[in-house]
């Protein structure tokens, strides 16, 4: 039988753990896992485990990228928060509280550039509005309709609310200075994700419990097709033609791929079912934070999709 040297010209490196940056088609032998592994590329995307937040919430809202997020206020068990936590790839650090703490907010922007709004603590519904610059939040002007569990998309300067609870249709733009109230959603819905742009936006779930996805071009909003889950209290990320929508409903791991016309269900889901939690960045490398397992969540996941390189183990099988 031919040995692997023959054949690639090199012995497995054996090592005690997984090395930093390996490179595609590497092999290694664990020697304090003892397994074989290699750095291969995935056929389907699948969630890996991060390291958890600081603080445990659930009712969070949250926007950036994989390697730059933010986790903005919720309510853990000592009651409504507006703790705020930045996620550089690795790990989360507090920084600035907000100025009016809440839950169930929506929020759009990048780490350095958001925008939080609407919140709780329920049953109340607020119209509140702040703006964060990667370190400290300060008061914007506020939303025209005040409500709660609704969902955000856009940037700082060109953002989009919509829907929120009791299950309005309420659709409204900001420009980074003040709301101007749209077109309404076409289905009521509270507790819906969202994902996008301000001029392409994409609202998915909701509500009681719903699987309608609509989609809108910066003045109406198109019914299109709908998940293959229905559920509410879920998360998403992407943009209108590369969205992921995943957890939600009864704690559900559910994840799901919209490519701009229909949903695709993903073989595997999220490594910890919640719902109430919040999610960013795109569809190829989004992270879900947080949530309701029941009781407040720190857990956090990394998603990598289809294409991407991963740390695979080696069995005879």
Do not use: H
């Not at 329920?122 to 610059?133: D, F, I, K, Q």
């Amino acid at each position: 039988m031919a040995e692997y040297i023959n054949i690639k010209g090199q012995n497995i490196e054996v090592v005690a753990s997984d090395p930093a940056n390996p490179t595609q088609g590497q092999i290694w032998y664990n020697s304090t896992s003892n397994t074989l592994k290699g750095l291969g590329v995935s056929s389907v995307g699948s969630w890996a485990t991060g390291n958890n937040m600081n603080t445990a919430r659930t009712g969070l809202a949250g926007t950036g990228t994989q390697t730059a997020a933010i986790a903005i206020a919720g309510e853990n068990p000592g009651g409504t928060t507006g703790v705020t936590e930045n996620y550089d790839g690795t790990s989360w650090s507090p920084s600035g509280s907000l100025v009016t703490t809440r839950q169930d907010s929506a929020a759009a922007g990048t780490q350095t550039a958001a925008v939080n709004f609407g919140g709780g603590p329920p049953p109340v519904g607020l119209a509140n509005t702040e703006e964060y610059n990667g370190t400290s939040w300060t008061a914007s002007n506020p939303l025209n309709t005040a409500r709660r569990e609704f969902a955000g998309a856009g940037i700082q300067t060109a953002a989009l609310g919509f829907g929120g609870t009791p299950a309005t249709t309420a659709t409204e733009e900001y420009d980074g200075n003040s709301w101007t109230s749209s077109n309404n959603l076409n289905t009521g819905r509270s507790i819906l994700a969202g994902a996008g742009t301000q001029t392409a936006g994409l609202a998915f779930g909701g509500g009681p419990s719903t699987a309608a996805t609509e989609e809108y071009n910066g003045s109406t909003w198109t019914s299109v097709n709908s998940m293959n889950t229905a559920r509410g209290s879920l998360a998403g990320a992407g943009i209108q033609t590369a969205a992921l929508a995943f957890g939600g409903g009864s704690f559900t791991t559910a994840t799901e791929l919209y490519d701009g016309i229909s949903w695709t269900s993903n073989p595997t889901g999220l490594n910890t079912g919640r719902s109430i939690l919040a999610g960013a960045g795109i569809q190829t490398a989004a992270l879900a934070f947080g949530g309701n397992l029941p009781g407040a969540s720190n857990a956090t996941e990394e998603w990598l999709g289809a294409g991407s390189p991963q740390t695979k183990t080696i069995t005879a099988s």
